[in-house]
């Protein structure tokens, strides 16, 4: 499933979701465990966990410029 599509069935906004420490990757994470993948989905990493955090900061940004070399 896609952010979007989950976003869309769940009824939630962006800003919803990504409340500090939360995260659509987190959320696939628990979902591997539920389904028994535990031994494959590994934690993440230290630097991977404090992008986590600061996504919440970011969801009010919307100049193109910016997200697009972000993005790249």
Not at 41 to 66: V, Y
């Amino acid at each position: 499933m896609t952010l979007s599509a989950f976003l869309e069935r769940a009824e939630l906004s962006p800003e919803e979701l990504y409340r500090p420490a939360k995260s659509f990757t987190a959320l696939k994470r628990i979902r591997a465990r539920l389904d028994g993948a535990s031994a494959e989905i590994s934690e993440p990493s230290a630097s991977t966990a404090a992008a986590f955090r600061a996504l919440p900061r970011l969801l009010h940004i919307d100049d193109p410029a910016r997200l697009g070399t972000w993005q790249r």
